[in-house]
């Protein structure tokens, strides 16, 4: 696509149930990064894939938070029993290759309100 | 530990004055700088790096290695710079090339 599409733009669930958050990258691109935003404060990172593995996820806070893309390209981030501390953006970036070179494109984000 | 201090978190100005927008880093290894720009009802996006040396939108930014910083700065802000501003660093920390994000600081220019 044009650029890093992310759904649903908002969500709101109670506390305690499972939600997935989608993230559909520029095509192509291989590296694909979620950070989650609180408000009042800069993105978070959360995991890295590189192609369909995760490289790196160091960032998720727990074990009730997942994430896949399983064909290199859709990635989806899952969590489970989820709690009002959830509550924040979350946020989607795709590269072509190292952020450094090239930086990230970002989604416009999910917004999760857990109630 | 790696980090970014932005230490304003709301800057205000007049239209025609000069903008810098501060950031120091923390890092023990080579670090990229970069500087994202968020719009009202926009989402994030790259404004510049460190590496390209560029000006964007009349913007530049400076690596600073003795002092640790990458201060933004504009000679005259303009009503459309008003915007939420995140310095990030990125290098090689922990074998992935993730950002590390400042706090951010709202840019308020007035006319």
Known sequence: GAGVSQTPSNKVTEKGKYVELRCDPISGHTALYWYRQSLGQGPEFLIYFQGTGAADDSGLPNDRFFAVRPEGSVSTLKIQRTERGDSAVYLCASSAGTAANYGYTFGSGTRLTVV | ?111
């Open chain 2, 1 to 111: 530990a790696q980090r970014v201090t932005q230490p304003e978190k709301l800057l205000s100005v007049f239209k025609g004055a000069p903008v810098e927008l501060k950031c120091n880093y923390s890092y023990s290894g080579s670090p990229e700088l970069f500087w994202y720009v968020q719009y009202s009802r926009q989402r994030l996006q790259l404004l510049l790096r460190h590496i390209s040396r560029e000006s964007i939108k009349g913007f530049t930014a400076d690596l600073n290695k003795g002092e640790t910083s990458f201060h933004l700065k504009k000679p005259f802000a303009q009503e459309e710079d008003s915007a939420m501003y995140y310095c990030a660093l990125s290098g090689h920390l922990s074998g992935t090339y993730k950002y590390i994000f400042g706090t951010g600081t709202r840019l308020k220019v007035l006319a």
